[in-house]
């Protein structure tokens, strides 16, 4: 197990060791050994199909055909369901954003419990994003696709969930509402939030994460530092298939 | 014209019933992803249930639309509970075969005990009258009737759109699995969802025994209507099927004008033209789109 | 297991003593040995209540009350009941009665509810050349153009409901009709039954309108709600079963009574009146070919059938027993059971019993002609018990109440 960036650190968020996968014959996920620690922010990268969605999926119980063992800030989950999993601390945002069609924007913010001391109370976060207040009686689904993924991110952060999950939040969107994601992860991050964020972009990777996940055939090939990955990049798209 | 007038009326009063049970077809398939064949058999035991509750009981009408659907309902729980739960994960069919199976045995159990000729029940006295509305004397327990359903709807409506409760079974009916890693006990709102459908059967059943013969297989006959009505408004769609129902109440009605054998076929047809349009429903699609 | 070899025994023993039974004569010569009575009809659907399970057991009355008249022996075998649903399905009908015929080697076919399962039956019974005796169709297709020398057609028939209430109601002043009929066989046939009764008493037919049969929805206030627009003097609902008890509640509901708009009903069952309470029905006049409580003859059959199944008896109920009685007699009479024997022995057979009144069958298309009762419903203050319902306004002679052999339109093939 190839582990560059030496041990963990002492207090790490997420612990997912050992987990395996699949869907019926094939094998999505195979022993993957990996670990967040409090307030880090770790991209998993890796072509189509090597197990990344999957991966977070696993994490947040979504996926039954799986083995191992997943900690939440040392709590043993991988036995509870997914609600109880959401509760216990753990955002999701999911790959294709998860807006409700059939809530309005400010029902889509508000559907999650609050699980912790929250930082982005509704106030904040349409202080934030006016177009969210403006529109918080439209159906979620008549925003713009970058108005949804702000609206995932900030469901997300509303529930004060310690660690987040986050599937691709740039894909599709345009540079300038990049940034603003890319922004809005640094903003959590300094206020302590934890996030595994699965990326294909390695640009926003670097920008946004202290280290990252190499995922191949549905295993951990490499971890590497942020340095790594920029002194790499050419050599990790070709990889990637980017 | 006063008799396309009343006809319309019919029509309302029809479509009452077909939103009725197309509601609570449509809140069990949303939030379970469960045909539940035997909602016409639980309509049917409402209708039964203020037959038992009068000759029994000697409690009239207005205590059986309140205890008939609260009984049942809670029947219905632990209906839920005992088997129906055991086949979530499975496909759904196995579902439709247990409602099914549920359906017969339900029907069957009171023909034994009742014979299949049916029972009379008299419309409550308040409502015996009727209104004069030129051609005939239009009876006021119908009118009741669609005012009393449009009441229960809305009521729904509202619980369904502007309460927390009514957020989460919508969630949980667009998508369950999503609704989950929210946070959100979609499994906790499951039974209490089943029984709150199976009430709203058997409320239109109580509300059917002073118009319709209270017979074990009233239902089963009526079942396919609002399956049709379900299919109509969009799967799952909650407005869908109100709307739906009411529509293909007044249209079978204005058929029935021209040709009293238009009334059975017209449901029928409109699922055929709106599957072939629209295949996710008047409503599903708009629901699905934008 | 035990009570059944128990009650073999106590059989056998007392054929033995009865010997040919106080009847005398020899016994009849059985082809089998045995004499196989099949009874098809609705046990499961809308016609299970009036006919159904209860009738087997009118049947089965039958059997052991002629035994006990005649000895055990006196058919020269033992009788066997059969019995199959037939789901109100012509297809259903005609296969159960092929298989009784052919396999169970069954020498008649009883009841047979639902006009078209019944007519189905009678091609089988022509093409086996087996005795069929109907009772619970009202078809008069039966000795009309279907007729066959098998066939008998026994309690009751559309002609015969529409003399009774037709012509009674018009004659009484309700001139002109406004019909509704179920969409099928049954009601066709008695839509023009009534049509030509009607008109034939010096009334009209306004207009007249097919129902969905079955109808799905339970609902007519569309047909009720023309009504009130062509205001008839009377609505004549030919309606049978549930439809009929939706029709009456509905007609209840809007009032059409005040409007001076007159019920008349083609068919009607105790059943029915059950369904509707016997006061949503107080007043109305129907034709019937017998009551329970017309007389004591009719009530002693009566009070055995309530003790045996619980309720009294419906027409159809009676019917079967008589119709059973009527063929065992005539396979007495034959000393056979050979189908051709025992139609010779039916046919231009006079008779009366309980349930037929100066009973004639006719040897032309097969109708067995007899008295029919023109009844009311009483009101709940009248009864005297839980089902009783009705009383005899009148009686009408067995050939009024039977078609004229003109208009029957069978040639009976010999």
């Known amino acids: 197990m190839p582990r560059t960036s030496g041990k963990p650190t002492p207090s790490p968020a997420l612990e997912v060791d050992g987990l395996s996968a699949r869907y019926g014959e094939a094998q999505a996920l195979r022993e993957v050994t990996l670990h967040v620690a409090q307030g880090e922010l770790v991209t998993l990268v890796g072509r189509n199909g090597a197990g990344k969605t999957t991966l977070l999926r696993c994490v947040m119980g979504l996926h039954r055909e799986s083995s191992g063992s997943i900690r939440l800030n040392g709590r043993e989950i991988s036995g509870l369901a997914a609600h109880e999993r959401a509760r216990a601390g753990l955002g999701y945002v999911p790959d294709d954003r998860g807006i409700f069609a059939t809530l309005a924007v400010e029902e889509n913010l508000t559907l999650p419990p609050i699980v912790a001391n929250t930082r982005w109370p509704l106030a904040r976060i349409y202080e934030t994003f006016p177009v969210l207040r403006e529109r918080r009686a439209h159906a979620g689904t008549k925003l713009s696709g970058g108005e949804q993924q702000m609206l995932s991110i900030a469901r997300a952060l509303r529930t004060g969930a310690g660690v987040l999950l986050l599937d691709e939040p740039t894909e599709g969107l345009a540079p300038v509402l990049v940034q603003r994601v890319a922004a809005m992860l640094q903003e959590a991050k300094r206020e302590g939030t934890t996030v595994l964020l699965v990326e294909q972009n390695l640009r926003f990777a670097t920008t946004v994460a202290d280290r990252h996940y190499l995922l191949a055939q549905g295993q951990i090939v490499e971890a590497l530092a942020n340095q790594e990955v920029i002194a790499r990049e050419s050599e990790l798209l070709r990889h990637l298939g980017v | 014209m006063e008799y396309v007038a009343l006809q319309l009326f019919n029509g309302l009063v029809n479509g009452a019933f077909y939103a009725l049970l197309s509601l609570g077809l449509a809140v069990i398939f949303g939030v379970l992803r469960v045909v539940n064949f035997a909602h016409g058999a639980l309509y049917m035991l409402g209708a039964f249930a203020a037959y038992l509750l009068l000759q029994d009981f000697g409690v009239g009408f207005w205590v059986a639309l309140i205890v008939a659907p609260i009984g049942i309902g809670i029947a219905g729980m632990v209906l839920e509970r005992l088997l129906i739960r055991r086949l979530y994960g499975l496909d759904p069919l196995y579902n439709f075969l247990l409602t099914f199976g549920l359906t017969l045995m339900i029907q069957d159990g009171v023909r034994l005990r009742y014979g299949l000729q049916g029972q009379p029940y008299p419309a409550p006295a308040e409502l015996a009258g009727s209104v004069s509305a030129g051609l005939v004397a239009y009876p006021t327990y119908r009118l009741f009737v669609i005012a009393f359903s449009i009441v229960v709807c809305v009521a729904v409506w509202y619980v369904i759109e502007r309460t927390r409760l009514g957020m989460i079974v919508r969630a949980a009916t667009e998508r369950p699995e999503l609704t989950r890693a929210l946070g959100i006990n979609v499994d906790r709102w499951v039974t209490p969802v089943f029984g709150f459908g199976v009430a709203l059967a058997a409320l239109g059943g109580v509300l059917a025994a002073p118009m319709r013969n209270v017979s074990p297989l009233m239902g089963s006959e009526l079942i396919i209507f609002a399956f049709a009505v379900v299919v109509i408004g969009g799967m799952g769609s909650i407005a869908g099927a109100v709307v739906a129902g009411f529509l293909v109440g007044v249209l079978a009605s204005l058929a029935a004008i021209f040709n009293p054998a238009l009334e059975n076929v017209i449901a029928f047809a409109l699922m055929a033209v709106v599957l072939l349009v629209r295949p996710a429903g008047l409503f599903g699609s708009l629901e699905a789109r934008s | ?414």
């Open chain 3, 1 to 414: 297991m035990k009570r059944t070899i128990a009650g073999s025994l106590v059989g056998l023993l007392l054929a033995a003593a009865c010997g040919g039974g106080p009847g005398g004569g020899p016994p009849a010569k059985l082809t089998d040995g045995k004499l196989v009575i099949a009874v098809i009809n609705d046990q499961s659907g809308v016609y299970a209540d009036l006919s159904g399970k209860n009738a087997v057991e009118a049947v089965n009355m039958a059997v052991e009350d002629f035994k006990a008249k005649y000895g055990e022996n006196a058919l020269g075998g033992k009788v066997e009941v059969l019995t199959a649903d037939h789901q109100n399905k012509a297809d259903v009908a005609q296969q159960k009665a092929q298989e009784f015929y052919e396999r169970s080697n069954a020498d008649v076919i009883l009841d047979v509810p639902t006009s078209s399962a019944a007519l189905a039956i009678a091609d089988v019974a022509k093409a086996q050349q087996k005795l069929y005796l109907n009772v619970s169709a009202a078809t008069t297709v039966l000795t009309g153009k279907s007729c066959n020398k098998y066939t008998f057609h026994y309690a009751y028939d559309t002609y015969m409901l529409a003399q009774g209430t037709g012509i009674t109601v018009t004659q009484q002043g309700g001139k002109s009709w406004y019909i509704i009929y179920p969409n099928y066989a049954f009601g066709q046939d008695m839509e023009s039954s009534f049509r030509q009764a009607v008109i034939a008493a010096g009334g009209t037919v306004i207009q007249s309108d097919g129902s969905p049969f079955p109808n799905t929805t339970g609902d007519f206030s569309s047909l009720l709600l023309k009504a009130g627009s062509l205001k008839p003097q009377v609505l004549g609902a030919m309606q049978a079963g549930g439809d009929l008890v939706n029709v009456v509640k509905q007609y209840n509901e809007f009032k059409l009574k005040d409007q001076n708009i007159k019920l008349a009903v083609g068919l009607l069952f105790d059943t029915d009146i059950t369904a509707l309470g016997q006061d949503a029905l107080a007043g109305t006049v129907y034709t019937t070919p017998w009551l329970w409580n017309m007389d004591d003859q009719s009530k002693a059959f009566a009070d055995k059938f309530l003790k045996r199944t619980g309720i009294r008896p419906t027409f159809a109920h009676a019917g079967n027993y008589s119709a059973a009685w009527q063929y065992m007699d005539a396979v007495r009479r034959a000393g056979s059971d050979d189908a051709d024997a025992v139609v010779k022995q039916l046919e231009g057979y006079k008779f009366s019993d309980f349930f037929i009144r100066n009973g004639f069958v006719r040897p032309e298309d097969h109708w067995v002609q007899h008295d029919a009762l023109i009844a009311q419903v009483k009101p709940k203050s009248e009864a005297k018990e839980t089902f009783d319902y009705s009383k005899v306004v009148s009686t009408i002679a067995a050939e009024k109440a039977s078609r004229p052999l003109s208009e029957a339109g069978c040639s009976m093939p010999k």
